[in-house]
């Protein structure tokens, strides 16, 4: 299963005529990236449950809600698809983004709950070493450099702005992401590089699962 040339080429295309009339006319081109892109859907859920439990994939709709935004562009110029873990024990989720020029594979804790935020914080408090060490493991590097996420000026409020960890407890997002070219998202062995690259995430995922299923002395919060 591959994405088809026709999926960038409409997308490219879009970004510059978005809008209403010339979507209409260029509708049969849409139908058929559309379902292209929900076939790459389905198969990148079951590749991902050969080693993961995934509960549920959803391909984002291309139309925009531009009530509220200064945005009035129409359409998405991407198709963005995402994949839920399943039960309350395994967290952390799976994104995939494809936009000509800026496609990529993405996960982790985006804006987690205030509750949520706090206990990743005290753990890294209490205990820096796991986190940098995953990290900082030679696959974690080679397809995600780094742990990303927007971060604040200072310590949150509460916290040490000299404690070790300020670096880690400074962030609001707990994110990684590896690009791709349009070569490699057209490519014949895309569908597998995606795999390798959420399978990539797993060890973070299942430790930050660890943290936020637990409290501070290790015992479970989850039924």
Do not use: C
């Not at 439990?53 to 009035?72: A, M, Q, W």
């Not at 990290?135 to 927007?150: M, R, S």
């Amino acid at each position: 299963m591959k994405i088809q040339p026709g999926v960038l080429q409409f997308l490219s295309d879009l970004s510059q005529n978005n809008n209403r009339e010339w979507f209409l006319a260029n509708k049969p081109r849409y139908e058929a990236a559309l379902a292209n892109m929900k076939q790459f859907v389905k198969s990148v859920e079951s590749a991902l449950g050969e080693t993961d439990h995934i509960e549920d994939s959803t391909l984002f709709r291309i139309y925009k809600d531009v009530r509220f935004s200064k945005d009035k562009l129409p359409y998405k110029n991407n198709f963005g698809m995402g994949f839920t873990r399943a039960t309350k024990r395994l967290r952390g989720g799976y994104y995939l983004h494809i936009e000509p020029g800026a496609s990529f594979a993405g996960g982790g804790f985006w804006q987690p709950s205030a509750e949520d935020l706090k206990r990743i914080r005290d753990e890294f408090v209490m205990d820096a070493q796991s986190i940098r060490e995953i990290i900082a493991e030679p696959t974690f590097k080679k397809y995600f450099g780094t742990l990303d996420g927007e971060e604040l000026k200072t310590a949150p409020r509460g916290y040490d702005k000299d404690s070790p960890a300020v670096d880690l407890i400074r962030k609001k997002s707990f994110v990684v992401r590896r690009s791709f070219t349009d070569a490699e998202v057209a490519s014949e062995g895309f569908l597998q590089e995606v795999k390798r690259t959420f399978e990539a995430m797993r060890p973070y995922f299942d430790y930050m699962s660890m943290v936020l299923t637990t409290n501070m002395n290790g015992e479970s919060v989850v039924d």
